[in-house]
């Protein structure tokens, strides 16, 4: 992950599984990870607890860190259709580059 963030330059990694993507933050200084939670079986949104509300704030390319949960089925199915790239598959997860797939909270403006 640290090798696809300094490659990239893109320090922004969601996913699903809040002890997944915060364990991420303790990785280096540079990654910011956060979570996203599946609503409604249907679109995935910030999960705000414990994470810091800015970082749902961000506009262009993101990273995302999927397995094979509910919200991480909804990200990849977002990512395919938005032309998201695969950067790493492995036995660990995907490592995604794609947009900003969630609407943004209106803390953002």
């Known amino acids: 992950i640290i090798s696809i963030v ?3 330059g893109i320090t922004y990694i969601y996913g699903e599984d ?6 991420l933050n303790s990785i280096d200084a540079e990654v910011h990870s956060s979570e996203l ?4 079986d249907k679109f995935v ?4 607890w414990l994470s810091r509300p800015s970082w749902y704030c961000i506009n262009g390319e993101v990273l995302y860190y999927t397995k094979d949960g509910k ?9 395919k259709s938005k032309n998201g790239k695969i950067l790493y598959n492995g036995a660990e997860g995907k ?9 943004k909270p209106k803390w953002c403006n």
């Open 6 to 8: 300094k490659s990239t």
């Open 18 to 23: 809040f002890w997944r993507m915060q364990l």
């Open 37 to 40: 939670t599946d609503a409604y």
């Open 45 to 48: 949104i910030p999960r705000t």
């Open 71 to 79: 919200a991480d089925k909804i990200i990849e199915s977002e990512l």
């Open 95 to 103: 490592i995604w580059l794609g947009p900003v797939i969630w609407s």
